[in-house]
């Protein structure tokens, strides 16, 4: 099993590698594209005007090099998957829910194995892999979905003069990711973990020729590493308490370990998981990472960066719930990250911000569930949410390529031009709302009978649970409204007279905002379907997206369902309602005067921006003034104070002898007049 896991770690690695290296070779002669102007007496365009033509080639190369080791390490993963559940080591996995209590879930059972052990001088590192139900989960997810994204590519970054790179930091993304999941040492863990910050960084810039892009991946490396310094000092403080870094022997010392440090310990974690995971206060970059390809939006949303801080607060369950302060924080923090998430997806024009929102509402159901003392809940929401999200923003992406915008405001009556994409998001968007037979409604069930369960008993206390459990029903309603509104304003109605993109003037394809240079015109550009390569994703992930949960049709809780899917009902019928009063204006207007700070997700970017950027800005300024005037300032005056006496010394070093002889004959006359003086 571990020679398996390796493989399924080391293909998508290699791929980067050898995709990074050796897809461009052999390189042929690069033609260049000028603009065509339509006018043949006007200069040619210098060649800081001209943009390299992709070369197709390289592009060819570089999607094999990809797809097809993204595709054994799917299968590979999968394959282990079933060996592990087979043998019996799958209840560390989406097993039932498990009484709460130290040690009552996340006990390792699983195939351990340590290819290294580096000395540190205190607590070493050991280099291993640790495969179990969780991990199996975990890994096809991981899998899939890459998989998925990596065939979409190639249709979606067709012409791309980049893609070669695009597609090589998606794999070394992957392969990141399944190191976090396999890991067996927390350091080792940690690796993959910070791999994962710099490819994001790498691919929400992709097009960062756009100031906006490159702001938007500087802003998520920021925001991510502020709560990764947390995360490796609880690490520091889980491994110095055990005596070793190796998961397994964290979890087994976690009842010797005193409440105070499980506290530190998992506090700190829970700054690397907020980060990641795009949970309040550090949830403010995931919106804004929607400026890279939508691709990757799919890929951080569903199966890497976001569901690696659930990942490892699942993976080291026992370490978070003998510590009950911090799981009443991070209820509180689900309950306001879920419904204020919520409503803000409800205020958004930009579809794929919809969806961002959307995941750090649904990321916070997982923690809520976390919380409230059933990782076996969360598990299963993670996987299933993997699933109907990646096919929502692929299905997104789809449309984007259609019509040419991100903007709601610009779509509308679709369903005729688009159908495949139509059929898919709406069972994507019926998972998200909870709808049965979607795999939404089965996962959601359990995380609202967890939610409930804690009420009278769990690892809550009695004021964050009812918190929780009021903004988790809340929010229901509130997905509802904003999946029905983003639905019925894409698909139906008419699609508003929107101005023409002129052809010469169109961006290369995949590029989220179309409309650089317009002319008025009611003529609405042709739409149709996605070319193979994005549809057949597509129709795949919706497969999981329908079918998934029946897994756990036997563990359905009837009455929590059928209280939650009235309430979902209720917030899509009160948008419907709006909507089919009026169908060109937007349903957003039943929330009245708080469209506006839901809009703007409750200013919450402005008050950083007053808080902390601003200040750290001026500081910044201060600092290189003072550089620039005092300590720049010192050395030009030491120079030129140097330069002013070698001015002086000049004086009486200038080369003339009659100026030297009179010198001395003076010298020799005060000598002579000091000894008659006062000899």
Request: glycine share 10%; net charge positive; proline share 6%.
């Amino acid at each position: 099993m571990i020679t398996i896991a390796s493989l399924v770690i080391l293909l998508p690695f290699l791929a980067a590698a050898v995709g990074l290296l050796g897809s461009r070779f052999p390189r042929r002669p690069r033609s260049v594209t000028p603009p065509d102007t339509g006018d043949s007496a006007a200069p040619k365009p210098t060649t800081s005007e001209v943009n390299p033509a992709p070369d197709t080639d390289a592009n060819r190369r570089a999607a094999w090099i990809a797809v097809v080791p993204t595709a054994i390490s799917a299968a590979l993963a999968i394959w282990l998957a079933y060996a592990t559940w087979a043998a019996g080591r799958g209840g560390s996995g989406i097993e039932s829910p498990a009484p709460a209590g130290a040690g009552a879930q996340g006990a390792i059972d699983g195939v351990t194995a340590t290819f290294a052990v580096i000395e540190t001088g205190s607590v070493p590192i050991s280099v291993g892999l640790l495969v179990d139900g969780l991990a199996a989960s975990i890994a096809v997810l991981v899998g899939v979905v890459a998989l998925a994204v990596q065939v979409y590519s190639v249709g979606y970054m067709r012409g791309d003069r980049r893609y070669p790179s695009y597609s090589s930091f998606i794999s070394l993304f992957t392969s990141a990711m399944l190191l976090v999941v396999y890991a067996a040492d927390l350091l080792v863990l940690y690796v993959g973990w910070e791999i994962m910050g710099l490819c994001s960084y790498l691919l929400v810039g992709h097009w960062w020729e756009d100031r906006a892009n490159s702001r938007a991946a500087i802003k998520a490396f920021l925001v991510t590493r502020i709560g990764d310094v947390g995360f490796l000092f609880g690490i520091f403080v889980l491994g110095t308490a055990a005596g070793s870094f190796r998961i397994a022997d964290v979890i087994a010392k976690v009842p010797e370990m005193s409440s105070g440090t499980l506290i530190a310990a998992t506090m700190l974690l829970l700054a690397g998981v907020a980060g990641k995971s795009a949970q309040v206060p550090l949830h403010v970059w995931l919106p804004d990472a929607m400026a890279g390809p939508t691709p990757i939006s799919a890929l951080i949303h569903a199966a890497t960066m976001v569901a690696a801080g659930i990942f490892v607060v699942a993976r080291l369950y026992p370490a978070f719930l003998g510590a009950q302060p911090t799981l009443d924080i991070l209820a509180v923090l689900a309950a306001v990250g879920m419904l204020g998430a919520a409503l803000a997806a409800l205020a958004q024009d930009d579809l794929k911000r919809v969806l961002a929102y959307s995941t750090i509402s649904q990321l916070a159901y997982m923690a809520g569930a976390l919380a409230a003392g059933s990782r076996s809940a969360a598990v299963f929401h993670l996987i299933t949410h993997g699933a109907f999200k990646a096919l929502l923003f692929l299905c997104a992406g789809a449309v984007i390529h259609a019509v040419g915008s991100n903007l709601m405001s610009t779509m509308g009556g679709l369903r005729k031009d688009l159908p495949v994409t139509f059929a898919a998001t709406t069972i994507g968007f019926a998972a998200l709302v909870g709808l049965p037979p979607a795999s939404g409604f089965f996962s959601k069930d359990e995380v609202l009978v967890a939610i409930e369960r804690s009420l009278s008993s769990g690892t809550l206390t009695g004021s964050a649970a009812l918190l929780l459990y009021g903004c988790a029903l809340t929010t229901v309603a509130v997905t509802g409204a904003y999946a029905t509104r983003a639905w019925l304003r894409t698909f139906f109605g008419q699609r508003a007279p929107q101005p023409h993109t002129l052809p010469e003037l169109q961006p290369a394809p995949g590029t989220p905002h179309a409309a650089h240079a317009v002319v008025p015109t009611a003529a609405h550009t042709a739409v149709h379907e996605a070319p193979a390569t994005m549809r057949v994703p597509i129709l795949v992930l919706a497969v999981p997206a329908l079918l998934l949960g029946l897994v756990r049709v036997g563990d359905v809780h009837w009455g929590t369902a059928a209280l939650g899917l009235a309430v979902a009902l209720l917030g899509a019928g009160a948008v419907y309602a709006a909507w089919r009063s009026d169908s060109m204006r937007d349903p957003a207007r039943l929330l009245g005067p708080f469209r506006a700070p839901c809009e703007r997700a409750f200013y919450v970017d402005s008050l950083y921006a007053r808080l902390f950027v601003r200040p750290t800005l001026l500081f910044a300024s201060l600092v290189a003034r003072t550089d620039s005037r005092v300590v720049d300032g010192a050395v030009r005056g030491s120079g030129q104070a140097t330069l002013g006496l070698a001015r002086l010394v000049r004086l009486m070093q200038n080369g003339n002898a009659q100026l030297y002889i009179t010198g001395l004959l003076a010298g020799i006359l005060l000598i002579a007049a000091w000894a008659v003086i006062f000899r």
